[in-house]
């Protein structure tokens, strides 16, 4: 069974950037799309990003759009969110999951079957 491991959550003031890794330990992500999404206490789980397995499709959600940044490097075996201008509202526990699409080019932030346990981010002054 794919296990996904979380980094680089942290305090930030806001304007500040993190970034996040997503790696699977002993196993290829280069099979899965990968779908980064959050949760902060009291509200709904909401789809950040994803990226497709040949990487060639990539959305945002709205609030992320123009901020953040999916990356993905199978060299590394590593998916990376690269989060800029973070405001308190960032301020959730980010996971990162895997999908088995059909088709290669395809992504949904909303569609995944495994995640990690996740990693907190806070926006803080």
């Known amino acids: 069974q794919l296990q996904l491991v979380e980094s680089g959550g942290g305090l930030v003031q806001p304007g500040g950037s993190l970034r996040l890794s997503c790696t699977a330990p002993g196993r290829a992500l280069d099979g899965y799309a990968i779908v980064w999404f959050r949760q902060a206490p009291g509200k709904e789980r909401e789809g950040v990003s994803c990226?497709?397995?040949?990487?060639?499709?990539?959305k945002y959600g709205p609030s992320s759009r123009g901020r953040f940044t999916i990356i993905r490097d199978n060299r590394d075996n590593t998916v990376y969110l690269q989060m800029n201008f973070l405001q308190p509202e960032d301020t959730a526990r980010y996971y990162c999951?895997?999908?088995?699409?059909?088709?290669?080019?395809?992504?949904?932030?909303?569609?995944?079957?495994?995640w990690g346990r996740g990693t907190q981010v806070t926006v803080s002054a």
């Open positions: 999951a895997a999908d088995t699409p059909i088709y290669d080019s395809i992504c949904d932030p909303a569609s995944y079957d495994t």
């Open positions: 990226i497709s397995v040949n990487g060639r499709v990539i």
